[in-house]
């Protein structure tokens, strides 16, 4: 194919803000995990699929195959009426309340 880029497993984007490796970053609606630590707009390579423990809100049981959003900072099972983009879903149960959940990405 000649239009072919890349897979798109890895992209690099601008980090919105300083970014821990590990952390979400959200561009827009377009989620993904840091590979590394970035400043602010500065190049940062993130992740667009896998398995990853990300923090969550705390005050939410997850149950496994939930629908997973992210609020900016942290996972959550609340759409925020279309304003939290999904990011996945729930690969393990979470407590209530919890600080982590597992999350398996999905575009």
């Known amino acids: 194919m000649k239009n072919f880029i890349q897979p798109g497993n890895t992209v690099t984007v601008a980090a919105p803000s300083d970014v821990l490796s590990?952390?979400?970053v959200?561009?827009?609606?377009?989620?993904?995990?840091?590979?590394?630590?970035?400043?602010?707009?500065?190049p940062v390579e993130i992740s667009r699929s896998g398995v990853y423990e990300l923090p969550k809100t705390s005050g939410q049981?997850?149950?496994?195959?939930?629908?997973?959003?992210?609020?900016g900072s942290k996972a959550t099972t609340a759409d925020n009426s279309g304003a939290n983009p999904k990011i996945g879903?729930?690969?393990?149960?979470?407590?209530?309340?919890?600080?982590?959940?597992?999350?398996?990405?999905?575009a």
């Open 22 to 24: 590990g952390a979400g």
């Open 26 to 42: 959200l561009v827009g609606k377009l989620f993904g995990v840091a590979n590394f630590d970035a400043k602010s707009g500065d």
């Open 61 to 71: 049981a997850w149950a496994v195959g939930a629908m997973i959003y992210f609020d």
């Open 89 to 106: 879903y729930a690969l393990a149960v979470a407590a209530n309340p919890s600080a982590t959940g597992v999350v398996v990405l999905s």
